[in-house]
Each structure stands twice: as C-alpha cells, then as structure tokens.
C-alpha cells in the first residue's frame, strides 16, 4: 500500500472513530433531554427490585457507562420529601451552588443572570489542593420542565480541564406521592486525547486502589468486588453529588441560620455510609475545610461574578 493510500485508510478510520463519538454523545444528550413524568415514574416501576433490595441501605440504584470518548453515571433514589418542597429546593443557580459547595472537591461556585444564565464552577484534583490549584468550568443552568408533578434542571457546560468537554449534569424529579419523591441525578462528559492521558495518569496512581458501586464478582468468601478504573470514579461523583442533594433538601426544613451546618454533617455522615467508596477524610477536617471555603465563597460569589 502506498504511502498516500495509508494516510486515506487512517484518515478514514479517524472520521468513522469522530463520528461514533459524535453519535455517542448525541444518545447520551437525547436520553437527558427526552423525559417526562411519566418516564420517569415506570424507570421508577422497572428499578423496583434494585431499589427494595440492595446494599445501600435505601431505595437507591446506581448505574454507570463508558462508551468511547463518553463517560456517565446516574444515580435513581426514592428521597423521603414531598414534591411540592423538594422540587423549588432543587431549582435556582444560588440553591446549586449551595448544593455544589458541600462537594469535597468544589472549592468554589458563583452564578451570573446578567445574560444568559451561568454557573462557574472551580474544582480540584485532589480535596485538599487550594482554590488557587482549581479549574474552572462555566456551565449554562436551564430549567426545561417544572409542572405541578415533574421538574427537570440542567447545568451543561462546552468544555472543561484537561481536554474533558460536553459536561452534562441533569437533575429530575417526580411526585409519587404526598410524602415522596423520586429523583434521577445524570453526571457525564466526554473526554479528548488530553482527558484520556490525565484519566490514565490519575488511575496509575492516586486512583488506583480507588473502587465505585457496581458490583462485578465476588471474592471466594464472597466479599464483593467492585467496579474500578473511570466508570468507579464517575460512580464515586455521582454518589457525592447525589449525598449533596439529599444533605440540601434534609436541611431545607431548618430555620436559615442552622441549614448550612447540618447540610455538611449530613453530607459527611452520609459519604461514611459507603467507606470502601467514598472516605477521603474525617468529620473535623471536612467540617473544617468546608466551613472555610463556604464563608469564602459567600463574601465573594455574589451576583453575576466573584468581586
């Protein structure tokens, strides 16, 4: 084969590998988009046997996917809270923002209405890197559904650190009764050449021990073995923000003063259910490092940018 056929055939094979990819992220961005209440309620009906019976210790399923270039997880929880309150705690950039901060990881989020609404979001590698080490990632907020029964938020930003792009957070939520509600959180992005040797980098070391939910056999004393590489690390960030969320609406019953406060010792108490998963660090530390971010972030993310 000669030297210019060679370049055709790879040339080809890139385009084919590009477009599978597009496609790709154009099913994971349809399957966000394309929901109601009503499919929601019989995703609700169809997870009924992982929801009444698994290892978390409430109606609760987690799922994760790695295709190509796209990686997700989702989370599908059955939160003890009626719609009616649940769903306005759920809905405003400042309320996410909120919700955002308890994240070990995030160390600061502001929001801007001048304009198209936007969220900036600064996250660390690593918990206890500063917010000077962070990156940043602006994402659009939408509200693209909010009736009496059914509510649907969004945060999706172009493009993110380290060759990662197409971020897409979607929070649903439905009314299934006076005091419950059902809630699917989706977390995904895509990743370039850049994202991929990061990721690689990031699994070799302080991720290689690191294990999400998933379970995928058993050792022989039938201990579990748990997903790892990046659909354990994707589960590991869909758990915590979904924890965010749940530490966000327990609080939200709380006068004002107290709420933050008991947002993060749920948040905590909540990440120590899942040890193997998700502990990072201890009560006083976290409490800690959060109470100080917090108030840092509340003196300087007002209105439209930080001062």
């Known amino acids: 084969m000669s030297t210019a056929a060679r370049i055709r055939t790879v040339y080809r094979a890139w385009r084919r590998l590009n477009l599978l990819a597009l496609l790709g992220?154009?099913?994971?961005?349809?399957?966000?988009?394309?929901?109601?209440?009503?499919?929601?309620?019989?995703?609700?009906?169809?997870?009924?046997?992982?929801?009444?019976?698994?290892?978390?210790?409430?109606p609760l399923h987690i799922e994760s996917v790695h295709n190509s270039?796209?990686?997700?997880?989702?989370?599908?929880?059955?939160?003890?809270?009626?719609?009616a309150t649940a769903a306005p705690a759920l809905k405003g950039m400042e309320h996410w923002c909120d919700i955002l901060m308890l994240h070990l990881d995030v160390k600061m989020c502001s929001w801007s209405t001048s304009g198209p609404e936007l969220m900036t979001v600064s996250t660390t590698?690593?918990?206890?890197?500063?917010?000077?080490?962070?990156?940043?990632?602006?994402?659009?907020?939408?509200?693209?559904a909010?009736?009496?029964?059914?509510?649907?938020?969004?945060?999706?930003?172009?493009?993110?650190?380290?060759?990662?792009h197409d971020y897409l957070i979607v929070l649903e939520l439905v009314s299934l009764d006076a005091k419950t509600s059902f809630l699917r959180l989706a977390y995904g992005y895509s990743q370039g050449f850049g994202g991929r040797i990061a990721m690689e980098a990031y699994l070799a070391t302080?991720?290689?021990?690191?294990?999400?939910?998933?379970?995928?056999?058993?050792?022989p004393d039938g201990t579990p073995l748990y997903i790892g590489n990046?659909?354990?690390?994707?589960?590991?960030?869909?758990?915590?923000?979904?924890?965010?969320?749940?530490?966000?609406?327990?609080?939200?019953?709380?006068?004002?003063?107290?709420?933050?406060?008991r947002r993060l010792q749920e948040w905590h108490a909540?990440?120590?259910?899942?040890?193997?998963?998700?502990?990072?660090?201890?009560?006083?530390?976290?409490?800690?490092?959060?109470r100080k971010e917090i108030q840092y972030q509340q003196a300087t993310a007002k209105e439209g940018k930080p001062s």
């Not at 309620?41 to 210790?57: C, D, M, T």
């Not at 009496?148 to 380290?162: F, W």
């Open 25 to 58: 992220l154009f099913a994971w961005a349809h399957a966000a988009y394309a929901q109601d209440a009503a499919a929601l309620r019989a995703r609700h009906v169809s997870l009924q046997p992982s929801l009444s019976s698994n290892e978390y210790g409430r």
């Open 69 to 83: 270039d796209e990686l997700r997880g989702e989370v599908y929880a059955v939160v003890q809270r009626p719609f």
């Open 125 to 144: 590698r690593k918990y206890d890197q500063p917010l000077a080490n962070a990156s940043s990632v602006e994402f659009g907020y939408r509200v693209v």
């Open 146 to 164: 909010a009736t009496p029964e059914y509510q649907q938020v969004q945060l999706h930003a172009a493009s993110g650190p380290m060759g990662t």
């Open 206 to 219: 302080l991720g290689r021990s690191k294990v999400g939910f998933t379970v995928v056999g058993h050792k």
């Open 230 to 261: 990046v659909r354990g690390l994707v589960e590991r960030n869909c758990m915590r923000y979904f924890l965010a969320i749940d530490a966000y609406l327990t609080a939200a019953s709380l006068p004002p003063a107290e709420q933050l406060e």
């Open 270 to 290: 909540g990440s120590e259910r899942y040890p193997i998963q998700l502990r990072e660090m201890g009560r006083e530390e976290y409490l800690a490092m959060k």
